[in-house]
Nanobody, 121 residues
Framework: QVQLVESGGGMVQAGGSLRLSCAAS????????MGWFRQAPGKEREFVAA????????YYADSVKGRFTISRDNAKSTVYLQMNSLKAEDTAVYFC??????????????WGQGTQVTVSS
């Protein structure tokens, strides 16, 4: 079992920045790839970014490329999502997820509870 707890969400003006964190506990963090997803009201959960076990491979949704950066610190069992140049359409609940495979779909085994990000225009 892996437990995931997100933090760092909040309200920010368009053009601003936020950094989300996701702290993991349970099994060895470096055994898992990590992903970030988001879900806006009335919409399905969508992929945002993913990072491989040691951080050498990263994937991003086209909508966030060049603005968001995923990173991880295996010593701290934490994955981060740095979000810059935020737009109103980035408003959503953001979830982190863990799996033994590097995925860009919703098929992750473990999920956090989510943290709200609200971008005002």
């Amino acid at each position: 079992q892996v437990q995931l707890v997100e933090s760092g969400g909040g309200m920010v003006q368009a053009g601003g920045s936020l950094r989300l964190s996701c702290a993991a506990s349970g099994r060895a963090f470096s055994d898992y790839t990590m992903g970030w997803f988001r879900q806006a009201p009335g919409k399905e959960r969508e992929f945002v970014a993913a990072i491989s076990w040691l951080g050498s491979t990263k994937y991003y949704a086209d909508s966030v490329k060049g603005r968001f950066t995923i990173s991880r610190d295996n010593a701290k069992s934490t994955v981060y999502l740095q979000m810059n140049s935020l737009k109103a359409e980035d408003t959503a609940v953001y979830f982190c997820a863990a799996d033994r495979k590097l995925l860009r779909t919703n098929e992750y085994d473990y999920w956090g509870q989510g943290t709200q990000v609200t971008v005002s225009s």
